[in-house]
């Protein structure tokens, strides 16, 4: 019986998923560990949980040179050069997120060992959302991921992070039910929930072109939602406000990432044949991104609540480039999303060095005259504020270049016209903060945290942002080739 099963039953290919595996492992891990050993000390779970980043990076940069099948473990999870480098994004912000987590919690007396694992647990459906081939494996991940958020937002004694992890809760419920009810429209149109299969159902005229333009809008609403583009943005100033700082940065970051990446693949696998249809969607999308997220942010007078428009604004910034259907646009899009995400991190990095004991001093006013008690802080954060502006010589400049070439080629150069104005008006509220902090006298006596670990994490991100945008080339070939969705 046993040689006629192994001849019957096909060998599983884990190698695939190997990331995955390794940060759930390494999640109960640490979960049960720290039930079992009741005093094991922060700094041991950090390195634990930074280990298996590390794991699950090596992992990951392996399935580079993959030549087996296109598609694993019954066609749910794709295996290609696109999956590998979002995965490579997601864990160093991942790696980042911690560090400053564990800095975070120490300082606010709010240490709970149950941080590591949750965010491990965040990541692995992160990178899953992102390889996912199969809507069905997408709404997991997609679940796995929001409900590790949803612990993090609230992870913290405060009321406001308790209220923001409830408004997270309630309005990602109603998204999730849109993604589903997606899900099963594309089902229905198709006969198929495998990205390939409605693909091919759409392009021979065998499904419900209706069906799948129904699917199509409602998967846009549940994406859009992730990805926080108005109108579904309503929820992020509230929880980015709310959510300790350093789950803030890794938030707004990975969360993006993951996001973007599951969309890039979904609609330009599963609705490619339906290009002219999804393409407007995504050119208002971007539009009421770019120009809300811009003007409300000018209104702000709490950093946090600012760096949360700007980030719906940068959301319409990516959607842009995604307007050039194809690997034009997956590779301008890739690209920013690697720019921003090391500028956002930076960003609320310094937020957190700059607010003392978790959530205090974070209003505009207690950055003024910051670059006399703290130059350092003062100098990343303008670094970051002016990469976030899109100035040269940062990565955020090179990134809203690629984005435009690719709207432009695409002729969708109106679009790109409302994101140069958004551009100079956004750089009025980024420049406040700047003019704030070293042509003011201080205003409130307060010293930001002397710390080492925070300000050594922090110029990882902040020499990225350099590089990227004095030396673009280094990662344009590699995204270039992990632009080619394979299917």
Known sequence: MTPLLAQV???????PVLPELILVGMGIVLLLGAVVARRVEASTLLLLGLAGVVGAGVAAVG?????????????????DRFGVVVRLIILAVTAIGMVLGYHYFERSGETRSEFYPLMLFAASGMTLFAVSADLITAFLALEIL??????LTGFSNRLGSIEGAMKYFLLGAFSSAFFLFGVAMAYGASGSTRLADISNALAGRTGSIALAVTAMGLLAIGFAFKVSAVPF??????VYQGAPTAV????????????????????????????????PVIWVLSALSIVVGSILAIAQTDIKRMLAYSSISHAGFVLLGLTAAG???????????VAYAATVIGAFGVVMVVSSRGERNTTLSS?????????????????????????????????????????????????????????????????RVIVLMFMREPEEDTEPDESWL????????????LVLGVFPGLIVGVLEEAAVLRW
Do not use: C
């Open 454 to 465: 925070p300000r050594a994490v922090l110029a990882v991100p902040a020499v990225a942002v």
């Open 327 to 337: 690997e034009t646009g997956i590779s301008a899009a890739l690209f920013y999303l």
């Open 9 to 15: 039953t096909p060998a599983v290919e884990l190698r």
């Open 233 to 238: 943005h309503m929820w992020a100033p509230d």
């Open 146 to 151: 929001s409900l590790s958020l949803y612990v």
């Open 248 to 279: 803030t940065g890794f938030m707004s970051a990975a969360t993006k990432v993951a996001a973007f990446a599951a969309l890039m693949r979904v609609f330009n696998i599963a609705f490619q044949p339906v290009t002219w249809d999804w393409q």
């Open 63 to 79: 399935l580079w040179g993959w030549d087996g099948d296109l598609t694993v473990l019954g066609d749910a999870v794709a295996v």
């Open 367 to 431: 950055y003024a005259g910051l670059a006399r008690r703290s130059p350092v802080a003062a100098g990343l954060l303008s670094w970051f504020l002016l990469s976030l502006a899109g100035i040269p010589p940062t990565a955020g400049f090179i990134a809203k270049v690629a984005v435009f070439r690719a709207a432009v080629e695409a002729g969708y150069w109106p679009l790109v016209l409302i994101g140069v104005l958004a551009s100079v008006v956004a750089a009025f509220f980024y420049l």
